[in-house]
């Protein structure tokens, strides 16, 4: 069943909170069949969570992102929705719901998605970033590199956003500045 909004989980800048014990048994247990490689043990356990403890928002967002490495990006969109009713004011499930569109070719639909994330955190690098890439996409370069440089204004070490920027700029014949953002990479390097 979905949680209303009402009975939806609290999050904090760390962690989703609101979690039975037996959810985070589950959880904690799928963690590690996660690191053993067993992703489909820990996709069940994950599933046991959220039966456990629907308002585990931790535990649902973790099930989507094994459903996503799974391929099974339908039941991770349905996921993604729950964690946001659970959660309408947190930027992450929007950006993982966004990313699961992308993934699936629903790039207008990904876009629209992240638009409310961006309306929450204007500065989520997350949302800049997949926004920046679906303007790649759609073959305007300029949206993208602004995009991309408002995430080096937040996050100024932000390697891959610089990788792209060069990308871009090399694409559009301006080396000069391609090199200056490479030299800039690979200066953070050292």
Same mark, same amino acid.
């Given at each position: 069943s979905v949680c209303s909004i009402s009975s939806g989980c609290v999050w904090s800048s760390k962690r989703w909170l609101n979690r039975s014990g037996k959810s985070e048994e589950f959880a904690t247990a799928a963690r590690h069949a996660e690191d053993r490689g067993e992703s489909e043990r820990a996709e069940q356990l994950l599933r046991r969570a959220v039966q456990s403890d629907p308002r585990n928002c931790e535990a649902r967002s973790e099930l989507c992102e094994i459903l996503v490495r799974n391929g099974s990006l339908e039941a991770a969109g349905e996921q993604l929705r729950r964690v946001?009713?659970?959660?309408?004011?947190?930027?992450?499930? $929007?950006?993982?719901?966004?990313?699961? &569109?992308?993934?699936?070719?629903?790039?207008?639909?990904?876009?629209?998605? &992240?638009?409310?994330?961006?309306? &929450?955190?204007?500065?989520?690098?997350d949302s800049l970033w997949l926004k920046a890439?679906?303007?790649?996409?759609?073959?305007?370069?300029?949206?993208? &590199?602004?995009? $991309?440089h408002r995430i080096l204004q937040s996050s100024p070490d932000h390697v891959?956003?610089?990788?792209?920027?060069?990308a871009i700029q090399l694409?559009?014949?301006?080396?000069?500045?391609?090199?200056?953002?490479?030299?800039a990479v690979l200066d953070q390097q050292q």
């Open positions: 946001i009713e659970q959660n309408p004011d947190d930027p992450r499930g $929007y950006v993982q719901l966004a990313q699961t &569109l992308y993934q699936r070719g629903k790039v207008t639909d990904a876009d629209l998605v &992240l638009d409310l994330a961006l309306d &929450l955190d204007p500065n989520n690098t890439r679906i303007e790649e996409f759609r073959n305007r370069p300029e949206q993208a &590199l602004d995009l $991309y891959a956003t610089r990788l792209q920027i060069a694409q559009n014949g301006r080396t000069d500045q391609a090199a200056a953002m490479l030299r």
